[in-house]
């Protein structure tokens, strides 16, 4: 490989707005139950900003726990932003994605 073909993306001459057309295959056996669909329409409805708040209320509040003497409770509530953010994420891919 020489030096002038090291960084050459091979996608570079590829149209986006192509790309961005290419529809999504969803197949059957991956079809989501009435019951998901509902939860995410529901879900959809918290703005993204709740998730990243309660997370760092989680975060000041293990602290607060901690520093007062309560190292299992603020443990178990340390343990909490990991699972709010990523249910952030999930709700923010919802809203940009739809459910399918």
Known sequence: MTIENADINPAR???PEAFAATPVIAREQHAEDQVTRILEHQA???PS??????AFV???LAVVLELSGKSRLSRFVGMWPPALLTMGTYNKLVKLMGSR
Do not use: V
């Open 13 to 15: 001459d590829r149209d």
């Open 44 to 46: 959809a409805k918290l």
């Open 49 to 54: 900003d709740f998730f990243l708040f309660a």
């Open 58 to 60: 989680a975060m000041g």
